[in-house]
């Protein structure tokens, strides 16, 4: 069974969780690091554009179906401004394919209890 409590390490360490069905990727320092770039979009002082176009949108009253385009929009350009690449040096790779192997090899489903043996 993997150790979900160790990471593969590198500058972005992922954990491998294992689920009942399969596997789970934690890249918590990911998620830090894109949190980061839009905030950094955001707060932009050279180019206020997108704080702008923020606020155009929180202003905006809409119906559910109408005023997706500028909502979509700028998650495509806060997308293309965000992390997206999760370097592996040396033997990370190797070390997340054995514990991806390991977490989502078939295991062992616990056989029922017969009726009536408790």
Do not use: C, F, N
């Amino acid at each position: 069974m993997s150790d979900d409590r160790t990471p593969v390490t590198g500058p972005i360490p992922i954990y491998v969780r294992t689920l009942p069905t399969g596997v789970a990727l934690d890249m918590e320092s990911l998620t830090r690091l894109v949190v980061g770039d839009v905030l950094d979009a955001l707060l932009s002082s050279e180019d206020t554009g997108v704080w702008d176009r923020l606020h155009d949108l929180a202003e905006t009253t809409r119906t559910p179906d109408e005023g997706r385009l500028p909502y979509e929009e700028l998650i495509a350009e806060l997308t293309e401004r965000s992390s997206s690449r999760v370097p592996l040096y040396g033997t990370a790779a190797l070390e997340l394919t054995r514990k991806l192997r390991a977490a989502a090899a078939p295991k062992a489903v616990p056989s029922q209890r017969e009726a009536g043996a408790a």
